[in-house]
């Protein structure tokens, strides 16, 4: 999708602005106009999409740092369309998965979901990304109903589906690999290594 680049924005809305006042004060309203009505469209534009599109182009080339200034650089997050808001938190979310901050993005992950996002893809991808998280924090029983979730949504991306399965099957191995025996014992108060009382003798 083609993106303006932000600074170049920010310069054409100020310089808008600024070139349809000055047109207006010296010409009158009808010379100014058009200045102003497209540093209006951009700002508009700014407001309602913010930097998320050339952020998560950033994100995707793992150019971390600058997508977090790019991210940064949408400073009114709360005037976002509502898929954009909560792609927003969702990009939050991913750059604190980055940084190993997982409850972070647990935090984040849960705003973008609260808030909206456009379509299924891009709910399953955000709860496949809250699965890794509670995966990661040993929250095993979380995660597997995170994918359940995701089961019940309409994913048409190819690639989101072959990372939901892949994720669904490191949990089964992760269960798998669970002693069944020994989560008997350790539910009856079974410590490995500890010693067993000797009969007392009579």
């Known amino acids: 999708m083609f993106t303006i680049n932000v600074?170049?924005?920010?310069?054409?809305?100020?310089?808008?602005?600024?070139?349809?006042?000055?047109?207006?004060?010296?010409?009158?309203?009808w010379y100014g106009f058009p200045f102003l009505l497209i540093a209006i469209v951009l700002l508009i534009g700014y407001l309602l999409l913010g930097t998320i599109l050339s952020t998560n182009q950033l994100l995707s080339k793992m150019q971390l740092?600058?997508?977090?200034?790019r991210l940064k650089l949408t400073l009114f997050p709360g005037?976002?369309?509502?898929g954009y808001k909560g792609v927003y938190y969702m990009t939050?979310?991913?750059?604190?998965?980055?940084?190993?901050?997982?409850?972070?993005a647990e935090n984040w992950l849960k705003k973008a979901?609260?808030?909206?996002?456009?379509?299924?893809?891009?709910?399953?991808a955000a709860m496949l990304q809250l699965a890794v998280v509670y995966g990661s924090k040993g929250n095993r029983q979380s995660a597997i109903n995170?994918?359940?979730e995701i089961k019940k949504l309409n994913i048409t991306e190819p690639m989101l589906r072959e990372q939901i399965k892949d994720m669904e099957k490191q949990l089964k191995m992760m269960q798998q690999s669970m002693?069944?025996?020994?989560?008997g014992m350790m539910a009856k108060g079974f410590?490995?290594?500890?010693?067993?009382?000797?009969?007392?003798v009579r």
């Open 7 to 29: 600074y170049l924005r920010l310069a054409l809305i100020a310089g808008g602005f600024a070139a349809g006042a000055i047109l207006w004060a010296a010409y009158g309203f």
């Open 65 to 69: 740092e600058e997508a977090e200034k």
């Open 79 to 82: 005037l976002l369309l509502m």
């Open 92 to 104: 939050h979310g991913a750059l604190a998965m980055q940084k190993k901050d997982m409850n972070g």
């Open 113 to 124: 979901l609260a808030s909206g996002l456009p379509s299924d893809n891009e709910r399953g």
């Open 146 to 148: 995170q994918i359940a």
């Open 179 to 183: 002693n069944p025996s020994m989560v």
């Open 191 to 200: 410590r490995p290594g500890s010693k067993r009382r000797q009969p007392r």
